[in-house]
């Protein structure tokens, strides 16, 4: 049954590993949760491991400089994995040259280094997709057009960012996993890159045992976020523990006058499937 601790100190002595999304949890898109950089602070302070686990389409070390730039301080965390860095694991496993790049310049760091060239949909052997050229004014109904021209040369697309949708400040805005889902329903091929698929967690796990020298149990992992859909049943189908963070995308039916509203909770939880093992409104230590 899923409970309200009083804090991430509650259930600390249970773990040695967090896997821990940021956007949501860690900041806001704008700013950061300072309650929540103390409690992973506390957390590594006991002995703990705290990695990272982004599906944002660039490169770790991109969003270690964001996170800078949000004020989150670099000893609330030991390690990064994004879904960026599988998305370039996948361009690599494909052996594709010419891209098609769907989303904002932005995101291009996520093909450094590597031997592609950018080339129209005409002309591509693949798609990437990070997300919307324009989130702040774009839906997935602007892509079915897109969709089409891609679908009529039958390209498989690597979505480098799984997530519906992304909190920034109180609005929440599409990325590139809506428009995949639109390119898969049309029947078109996707590779998906990052949470919840079980990739990602391997990396994380791989991560974690490299910075401790001894391979982290799943019994002694616990998963935090605000997504149901990809962080709470990506880390309960690796076998870890999962915190859902009311305070995110969901906060329109997770919330109760600023407290979890359980009820709402279940109802989300039974339509995505998946039932997380605690909840809190924003990640704090106690």
Not at 102 to 117: I, K
Not at 178 to 196: M, S
């Amino acid at each position: 049954m899923t409970r309200i601790p009083e804090g991430l100190g509650e259930l600390a002595g249970g773990h040695d590993l967090l896997v821990c999304d940021v956007w949501g949890v860690v900041h806001n898109g704008v700013r950061a949760w300072p309650m929540a950089c103390v409690a992973l602070q506390r957390f590594r302070a006991g002995g703990g491991t705290v990695v990272l686990v982004s599906n944002a389409p660039r490169p770790g070390s991109a969003v270690a400089r964001q996170l800078a730039g949000f004020s989150v301080p670099a000893d609330s965390w030991d390690a990064i994995v994004t879904s960026g860095d599988l998305a370039r694991d996948a361009l690599r496993d494909a052996r594709a040259h010419a891209v098609f790049h769907l989303g904002p310049p932005r995101d291009l760091g996520v093909v450094e280094g590597l031997d592609v060239a950018l080339v129209a949909p005409e002309d591509a052997d693949i798609v990437l997709n990070t997300g919307l050229f324009d989130d702040e004014t774009e839906t997935p109904d602007d892509y079915a057009g897109l969709i089409g021209r891609m679908r009529a040369r039958d390209l498989t697309m690597i979505c480098a960012n799984p997530d519906l949708v992304v909190e920034r400040g109180e609005r929440l805005l599409y990325c590139a996993g809506a428009v995949a889902e639109r390119y898969e329903a049309a029947g078109g091929t996707v590779v998906w890159a990052g949470k919840p698929r079980p990739p990602v967690y391997r990396r994380a796990l791989d991560v974690a045992a490299g910075i401790r020298g001894q391979e982290v149990p799943a019994s002694r992992t616990l998963a935090i976020g605000d997504a149901l859909r990809t962080d709470i049943a990506g880390g309960s189908a690796a076998g870890f523990a999962t915190l859902f963070i009311a305070t995110g995308i969901h906060a329109a039916d997770a919330l109760s006058d600023g407290a979890p509203d359980m009820d709402g909770i279940a109802r989300l939880a039974d339509a995505a499937g998946v039932r997380p093992d605690y909840v809190l409104d924003l990640l704090r230590w106690e």
